[in-house]
């Protein structure tokens, strides 16, 4: 069964940091794309950003294009998002997704939550 | 980015009944491949979006057959036959042609 559980989530304030990380199983992680995706109930969702297989290539968003940076360890089967600059704008769910053979997202986690206040 | 615009945003439905969700695009969702990347997503309340339908038309395994895709280049529609109490939530349209994937607004699928 494909299970991706996200963590870290959490309060952070203005212009502060945080790196959430998504930890596969029950598929080949190492052959497949995946992203993060996020939803807030006044923008929906959006795409984030997303990484290859081998972790070698990696496209964002214009939202946020030099403030956030997906990676991924292969060999611990975990997806990360290093974000950076926070704003009030980046607070959301935020899933993992794996991308399909259809160039879709056949599979999310429950996401976690992150919140920017101060 | 390429915007996704639903109709209706709010549908009340007598259960028995069918419903129907229109997606529209602002630009045409055939890729270079030949393939057009419409998807649809269910979403019930405290639950991650579900796939139910890739490339316009295919259902996602376990998705029952009520739910059907159709459309072509930039007009989409979801129909749901007979419309069961599980049925009630959120449902996306969803580009995967261009990057960034894109979404549509939602529509609200509720009990009349």
């Known amino acids: 069964e494909v299970q991706l559980l996200e963590s870290g989530g959490g309060l952070v304030r203005p212009g502060g940091s945080l790196r959430l990380s998504c930890v596969a199983s029950g598929f080949t992680f190492s052959t497949y794309r995946m992203h993060w995706l996020r939803q807030t109930p006044g923008k929906g969702l959006e795409s984030v950003a997303g990484?290859?297989?081998?972790?070698?290539?990696?496209f964002y968003a214009g939202s946020v294009r030099g403030r956030f940076t997906i990676s991924r360890d292969n060999s611990k089967n975990t997806l990360y998002l290093q974000m950076g600059s926070l704003t009030t704008d980046d607070m959301a769910i935020y899933y993992c997704?794996?991308?399909?053979?259809?160039?879709?997202?056949?599979?999310w986690g429950q996401g976690t939550l992150v919140t920017v206040s101060s | 980015d390429v915007v996704l615009t639903q109709s209706p945003l709010s549908l009340p439905v007598t259960l028995g009944q069918s419903a129907s969700i229109s997606c529209r695009s602002s630009?045409?969702?055939?890729?270079?491949?030949?393939?057009?990347?419409l998807n649809w997503f269910q979403q019930r309340p405290g639950q991650a979006p579900r796939r139910l339908i890739y490339?316009?038309?295919k259902r996602d395994s376990g998705v029952p057959d009520r739910f059907s895709g159709s459309g072509s280049g930039t007009d989409f529609t979801l129909m749901i036959s007979r419309v069961e109490a599980e049925d009630v939530g959120v449902y996306y349209c969803?580009?995967?042609?261009?990057?960034?994937?894109?979404f549509g607004q939602g529509t609200k699928v509720e009990n009349k």
């Open positions: 997704a794996r991308e399909d053979n259809f160039g879709t997202s056949d599979y």
């Open positions: 990484i290859s297989a081998d972790g070698g290539d990696d």
């Open positions: 490339k316009v038309s």
């Open positions: 630009q045409s969702l055939v890729y270079s491949d030949g393939n057009t990347y």
């Open positions: 969803m580009q995967g042609t261009y990057w960034p994937w894109t």
